[in-house]
């Protein structure tokens, strides 16, 4: 859903019209916050105008008529329009019931249909239509009804990415329809508006310079096929999701209008096609009918558009009651759900309550959004301030904390920290980094807004080395590091994956660097107060690094990293000429101490107790100058933490099994 709450401009008089009284601005604002509304401006048409284009413009012309901004909620799709705001607000106030919506068959022919061609299948694959019969517009209501479908675009149908709406004069036209996919020359039409003929490659270019339509163009511009919904003698309807054609326009004049909505999101499209329905078809000759479309799938299979049933839910009165923290009665509690339009039964026992959701209100979708509605109705203002019956101390999350300690150590060591996107390509993630995509390890994005972010990284090195590349003018050596989450598949997991924390850094210098990445871990074990004995290092044969001179870490028998020189391959994927060592490791392992969970207090820093009380830092504690180095078997310390300056250097084979062992040196006390 949108993050911010959409904003709705309503003439005053209209809306005063519709609801049967007038109120002052103030009492229309007290409705407003009662119903869950903010009247964020009461402005005209003029003052619009003249803060646009500056005092110093002409303005005469444009209208004095009142309008009310109004704030709604970002998932109230219903409330968009001036329809909409007047019925819920009626209902509301108790001055009007809630529609009951019904379908109605044409008398005089056919059911209408729409067949579904096998190419649409590879751009925009699903479609749902319904007939508004006998519907008489005003000037205020068809230009409400062409702003619903525009705030709709922008609303839920995400810029017409997931759905785009058509509306047709069916008078125009005949039945039965045909939505298919066709190369762009073999679609030609006359657009709405134009007064020429124009084939769908030429349209592309046509409306690049159109600044409503060419934000749209993307969406099937390179695709070899284009979606186009024909009528039985071959007439264009539209050419979704860009623009309709001229042939069906709708007018003020239109008696009877067939809609459609072409979407990549099925469900999508139903809630859009209903809103239309269930707004503008109080305007029919029989208030709130609709006609229904049969539509044939290539499968074999049909639907019938629009799904106007309403969806009934059971809940626990007194459940809802203890959640919000009042107590409603069973048949209390139905009243206050009717004013928000949502009837309701009560069971004899009073220990149920059997909730109707309406076709217009896709908002509520749990328990919890029928409480929401419970709390609105019985007013926010009425509900008293109460001390909790038990107290809780906020603190940091363990992670947390220690992703900060780690932070200030590592730049502590020189390096500097970056902060990439979660999001990133397939390719950068695995291709790139030389590594197989096996379709098990990373969490793909259903409708990616662009190739650049394709998945969740299942890494942090891809975005150290595209840092890296970006920044390979600067100074060497360059030392980045990150400690953030990635994103791995896992089935074990409610939602099919988990995120895990990890440490990653990077050195680039002429030279590989690769002693120093291969301290900064033995700083890193230190800082964790993690003993010889519980980590190893093994040598590995991952291709993103080189072979032969990489290791993976073990932490009690557990694989929780890699480090090593980074293959030329890489190195020439990402652009680099230098030389390159990296280093990830997770670091949720040293969170569990011996079964028990993690304490920063009496766990990781049990060795620096003469520092005082661990409670008191804000930080680790760090050695002088001229310290001593620790060593893989404890030895020749002066003291439980490493020291900082010009300490000796120090040797650690690759692993502990006899044979030959590669042996690297960290000099600086690293």
């Given amino acids: 859903l949108p993050s911010t709450m959409p904003t709705v401009g309503v003439s005053r008089d209209e809306l005063f019209k519709a609801m049967g009284r007038t109120y002052t601005d103030e009492e229309f604002d007290e409705l407003c916050f009662a119903f869950g509304l903010e009247l964020d401006d009461v402005t005209t048409e003029q003052t619009m105008e003249r803060k646009e284009k500056g005092e110093t413009v002409d303005v005469a012309d444009a209208s004095t008529e009142v309008i009310y901004k109004l704030d709604v909620p970002a998932n109230r799709y219903d409330l968009l329009c001036i329809e909409g705001i007047s019925r819920a607000l009626l209902i509301f106030l108790g001055k009007a019931a809630t529609p009951k919506f019904r379908m109605i068959e044409p008398l005089s022919h056919p059911r209408l249909s729409m067949s579904v061609k096998p190419d649409v299948a590879t751009i925009r694959p699903f479609i749902v239509s319904a007939v508004l019969r006998n519907i008489v517009f005003t000037p205020r209501s068809y230009a409400s009804f062409i702003d619903l479908q525009d705030k709709l675009h922008q609303n839920i149908c995400r810029k017409r990415s997931l759905v785009a709406i058509g509306t047709h004069d069916l008078d125009t036209i005949e039945g039965p329809f045909t939505y298919d996919a066709k190369p762009p020359k073999d679609i030609r039409f006359r657009p709405l508006n134009q007064e020429r003929e124009f084939d769908a490659a030429e349209l592309m270019e046509f409306y690049e310079s159109d600044m409503k339509l060419k934000q749209f163009l993307h969406i099937i511009r390179d695709s070899p096929v284009y979606p186009v919904i024909y009528d039985r003698k071959g007439v264009v309807l539209s050419l979704p999701p860009i623009i309709n054609g001229e042939h069906s326009k709708i007018k003020l004049s239109t008696q009877n209008v067939f809609i459609e909505s072409t979407a990549t999101d099925l469900t999508k499209a139903v809630i859009v096609l209903n809103l239309i329905i269930t707004m503008f078809s109080q305007y029919c000759q029989n208030p709130f009918t609709v006609e229904p479309v049969e539509v044939h799938y290539v499968n074999g299979k049909t639907h019938v558009y629009p799904e106007i049933a309403c969806r009934s839910e059971t809940l626990d009165p007194q459940h809802i009651s203890e959640l919000l923290g009042v107590d409603i009665d069973a048949d209390e509690m139905a009243g206050l759900?009717?004013?928000?339009?949502?009837?309701?039964?009560?069971?004899?026992?009073?220990?149920?309550?059997?909730?109707?959701?309406?076709?217009?209100?896709?908002?509520?979708?749990?328990?919890?959004?029928?409480?929401?509605?419970?709390?609105?109705?019985?007013?926010y203002n009425k509900f008293e301030g109460k001390i909790p019956n038990s107290l809780t101390i906020g603190k940091q999350q363990p992670i947390q904390k220690l992703t900060d300690l780690m932070r200030f150590e590592m730049a502590a060591a020189g390096y500097t920290e970056i902060l990439t996107f979660a999001l990133c390509s397939r390719n950068e993630n695995f291709k790139l980094m030389n590594r197989e995509d096996d379709g098990k390890t990373a969490v793909s994005l259903a409708n990616p807004k662009t190739q650049e972010f394709q998945i969740a990284r299942t890494s942090l090195l891809p975005g150290l080395a595209k840092s890296l590349s970006r920044n390979k003018k600067l100074a060497l050596p360059l030392k980045f590091f990150e400690i953030a989450d990635v994103v791995l598949k896992d089935e074990t997991k409610d939602v099919g994956a988990r995120n895990s924390r990890r440490l990653a850094a990077a050195y680039m210098s002429i030279t590989s660097g690769f002693e120093l990445i291969h301290g900064t871990l033995d700083r890193v074990m230190t800082c964790l107060n993690v003993k010889p004995e519980n980590y190893r290092i093994v040598p590995s044969n991952d291709p993103t690094f080189f072979t032969g001179r990489q290791a993976e870490v073990f932490y009690k028998d557990r694989r929780i990293g890699i480090f090593g020189i980074v293959h030329p391959h890489v190195l020439k994927s990402f652009e680099l000429v230098y030389p390159m060592s990296a280093l990830e490791i997770e670091l949720e392992p040293f969170l569990q101490c011996d079964g028990h969970s993690f304490s920063f207090e009496n766990k990781i820093y049990s060795l620096m107790q003469h520092h005082g009380p661990i409670s008191e830092w804000d930080s680790l504690p760090q050695g002088g100058g001229g310290g001593t180095c620790s060593s893989p078997s404890g030895k020749n310390l002066s003291s439980p933490v490493s020291a900082g300056g010009g300490g000796a250097a120090k040797a650690y084979p690759l692993s502990n099994s006899g044979g030959d062992a590669l042996y690297t040196s960290s000099g600086g006390g690293t």
């Fill in 337 to 379: 759900l009717g004013r928000m339009q949502l009837s309701t039964t009560v069971t004899e026992d009073k220990k149920s309550i059997t909730v109707s959701v309406p076709p217009m209100r896709p908002d509520i979708l749990q328990e919890c959004d029928v409480a929401e509605d419970v709390a609105i109705a019985y007013g």
